[in-house]
Each structure stands twice: as C-alpha cells, then as structure tokens.
C-alpha cells in the first residue's frame, strides 16, 4: 500500500517564535514604541534601544509596568535581541548599524527604514547609493540575517489604545528563507496583521519608496492607509 504523501509546507505556515526577545534600536521614538508595545501585547520579551540607557528605560515604562518591556542602550539591546529591528530615521542608520556590527553578527536584523525626504510637493523617495535601507544594511552587517519588514505600519495605529486589529499587511523580503518566516511570525503576533512574504532583499528599494505614496494618500484622506495584498 502507498503511503499519504508528505505534507507539503504551505507558504502561510508560520514557525513559533514563543520565547523569542525583540530588541528595537532607536526604539524610543514613534515607530519603535509603537512596534515595542504591540510585540509586548502579544507575550513577547521586548528590549528597547537608544542611544542613552534612561531614555529607554523611561519609554519602556511609559508602554506599561504590566507589559514585558525593559529599556538599554542601543548595544546591550542588539546584544540581548533575537530578532533586532532597526526604527532609527534614515540620517543615522549607516552608522549605527555600523558601530554595531559585532552585537548584531549572527542575528535576525530587521530593517523599517524608510528613506525619504519631504519638500513642498510632499514626501518622496531618496536615491540610496546600496539600493535600499535594507541593502546598506546588508552591506555594513555581512554577519546579520538582514530582513525588510514594517515599513507601511502607522506608528500612530501601533500606539493607539483604541485599536485591536491593525487593518494591513506586513510585507517581508530578505534572501533567508527561514529569517523571513520568523519575521512573518512576529508581524502576524500583531492582531489583525498577516506578513507576508515580499520577494528577496533587492526589491525592497520599492517597498521603502512605496511610503512616500502611502503618506501622500494619508495627507489627501485624512487616512492611516495600508496595503492588503489579494488572492494570498
Ligand atoms: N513613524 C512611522 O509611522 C513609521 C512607519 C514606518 C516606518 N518608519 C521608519 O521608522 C524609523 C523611525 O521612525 P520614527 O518616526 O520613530 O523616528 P524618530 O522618532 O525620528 O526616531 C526614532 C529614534 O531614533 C533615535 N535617533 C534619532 N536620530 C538618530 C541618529 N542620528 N542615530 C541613531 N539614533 C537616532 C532617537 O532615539 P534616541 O535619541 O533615544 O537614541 C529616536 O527616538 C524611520 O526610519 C522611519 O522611516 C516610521
């Protein structure tokens, strides 16, 4: 008799990341607040950085003394972090991620940065000599797993207490099959949030340029708009 074939992993499996914590450089403004305090909610150990320890420490208390979140310098977060995301604004990125590339060697880097610049037709995306954010990332961290997730989340969604289910998408790139799946893990930890996988690493300059679209609609509707991708 032929035996039931091996299941097939579908694309929407995600692996469990229980136990893992997130480190957030820069993780004292919007973004990384916002971001710290939705993997808090859903029970994962979260560090944030800053370039000053007490500035975290001051914003991990301000999310909640319930909540498992505790603040440290940019350093002793990346060191402490599985899964380290990257929310510092553009001008500071090469070299923070620079002066870390010892703490973050061997670690799952996720990169939201956007690099855009704001004039007064609006926002628009900047020529970045890599390619992308995430690219120069990849190339001052050759040690790190670099992903590029969370670039269209509304921090201001994140940090809303009103809001249960963030109505969007998380799009996910990288070349590590596996790095891309735990970060789809931890998008999808954020209620109404599904991440999805969004092709390799060298497509992410569009996602990141994307942003400047996203805030151009936001101004015109007074909106916080996301993507939702179809058939998926
Ligand atoms: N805001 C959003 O809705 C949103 C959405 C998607 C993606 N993003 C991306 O997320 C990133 C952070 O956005 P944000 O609005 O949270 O930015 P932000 O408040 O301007 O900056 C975040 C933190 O980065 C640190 N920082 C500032 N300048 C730095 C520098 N030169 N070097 C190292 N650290 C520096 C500061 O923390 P310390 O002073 O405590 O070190 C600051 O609190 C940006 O790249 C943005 O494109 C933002």
Redesign the pocket.
Known sequence: MIGPMAEQNSPHDLPDIAGRTIAV??????????LARRFALAGLDVVI????AE??QA?ADDLGADLPVRGAD?AAAAAAGDIVI????????R??LASLEEELAGKIVVD?????GFDKKGPYALPVEEGS?AQQAEAVLPRSRVVAA???????V?LDPEVDRVDLDVLVLGDDRAATDEVRALASSIGGVRGIYGGRLRNAHQV?AF?ANLIAINRRYKAHAGLRITDV
């Open positions: 450089l820069g993780g004292t403004g919007d973004q990384g607040r916002g950085g800053s370039r000053s500035r975290a914003a940019n990257v929310a510092v604004p553009w001008e500071g990125h070299e923070l939201c940065v956007n690099p855009l954010a969370f670039h269209h989340v509304s921090a201001v994140l990141e942003t």
